[in-house]
């Protein structure tokens, strides 16, 4: 059993990667665009490292920060699969932390957001160093990692999920907004390696930061966004719910990573727009 399961487990991935790999073929490092590379933010070299990225015209003037949370399944992705998508966000006028974390099966959840959280430690840690504006973090996740995003969030203002866990959020933190994209908000049998508990709609409160849904026509996961607005609107959490394509240009899940398209530059422009109007 064992067995079958990784090896299904390594389909996917290789699946995934091909799949990332075709949409990002022929992109470089744009030229306005400075980076730091392979940073790390905990012990394991290889699963605990992370990028920042800046625009070049902002010299060393603090930037607001977007930290990225990469989507997967919960067992795929790297912050290589989601550089250029980062860089091109930084490129708008922010500073952006592109990081990896440890994934499943191989570290089972919670290992992806105790990682979350190591990570806006550091951010809120390194401010001087790379330019950050620590009073204006922000960030955004997509799919496994619009679910990470969202429970994060709830671990900094739920102090009945904090309980929880061994690990813990930033004290006193909170992003200043958030965008969960194409995300997985509920517990599902057939999603791997998730414990039962872990149910964001469960633990929304009033103090969840203001939030930027996104889905799309052909997104599987369309009707989560909607469940998650549900939860937002019930305890009066500010948020913009945002449905991209139609029949006659259907825009699949996470389309919006592909900086090689419009529809993808409209919605990154959205998004964006909505952190600044919390800067």
């Known amino acids: 059993m064992k067995a079958m399961y990784h090896k299904k487990v390594m389909e996917a991935r290789a699946g995934m990667k091909a799949s990332d790999d075709k949409r990002d073929a022929g992109l470089k490092t744009p030229e306005d665009v400075v980076r730091f590379d392979n940073l790390p933010y905990g012990k394991d070299k290889t699963w605990q490292i992370l990028d920042v990225y800046r625009p070049e015209n902002a010299g060393n003037s603090p930037l607001p920060v977007i930290v990225n949370v990469h989507g997967g399944g919960w067992i795929y992705g790297t912050k290589e699969t989601y550089q250029f998508y980062c860089m091109d966000l930084a490129r708008r006028g922010f500073a952006v932390v592109n990081f990896t974390y440890r994934l499943a099966p191989e570290v089972p959840f919670p290992g992806s957001l105790e990682d979350t959280c190591s990570v806006f430690k550091?951010?809120?840690?390194?401010?001087?160093?790379?330019?950050?504006?620590?009073?204006?973090?922000?960030?955004?996740?997509?799919?496994?990692?619009?679910?990470?995003?969202?429970?994060?969030?709830?671990?900094?203002?739920?102090?009945?999920?904090?309980?929880?866990?061994?690990?813990?959020?930033?004290?006193?933190?909170?992003?200043?907004?958030?965008?969960?994209?194409?995300?997985?908000?509920?517990?599902?049998?057939?999603?791997?390696?998730?414990?039962?508990?872990?149910?964001?709609?469960?633990?929304?409160?009033?103090?969840?930061?203001?939030?930027?849904?996104?889905?799309?026509?052909?997104?599987?996961?369309?009707?989560?966004?909607?469940?998650?607005?549900?939860?937002?609107?019930?305890?009066?959490?500010?948020?913009?719910?945002?449905?991209?394509?139609?029949?006659?240009?259907?825009?699949?899940?996470?389309?919006?990573?592909?900086?090689?398209?419009?529809?993808?530059?409209?919605?990154?422009?959205?998004?964006?727009?909505?952190f600044k109007k919390y800067c």
């Not at 160093?129 to 900094?156: K, M, N, Q, W």
């Not at 958030?178 to 908000?185: D, E, K, M, R």
């Not at 945002?242 to 409209?266: M, P, T, W």
Request: aromatic share 14%; charged share 20%.
């Open 122 to 274: 550091w951010v809120l840690e390194n401010g001087s160093a790379y330019g950050f504006d620590t009073g204006r973090v922000f960030a955004l996740g997509d799919s496994a990692g619009a679910h990470i995003l969202a429970h994060f969030c709830e671990l900094c203002v739920n102090p009945e999920l904090a309980g929880k866990y061994v690990f813990s959020a930033p004290r006193g933190f909170v992003p200043k907004a958030v965008a969960l994209n194409c995300g997985a908000y509920r517990y599902r049998r057939a999603k791997l390696a998730i414990p039962k508990y872990v149910n964001t709609t469960r633990y929304v409160t009033s103090a969840f930061p203001p939030a930027f849904l996104m889905t799309s026509s052909d997104d599987f996961l369309k009707n989560e966004a909607v469940i998650m607005a549900r939860s937002l609107m019930d305890v009066s959490v500010p948020f913009e719910l945002h449905f991209y394509g139609d029949e006659n240009n259907k825009l699949g899940h996470v389309f919006h990573v592909d900086i090689k398209s419009r529809d993808a530059a409209r919605c990154n422009d959205d998004e964006c727009a909505f």
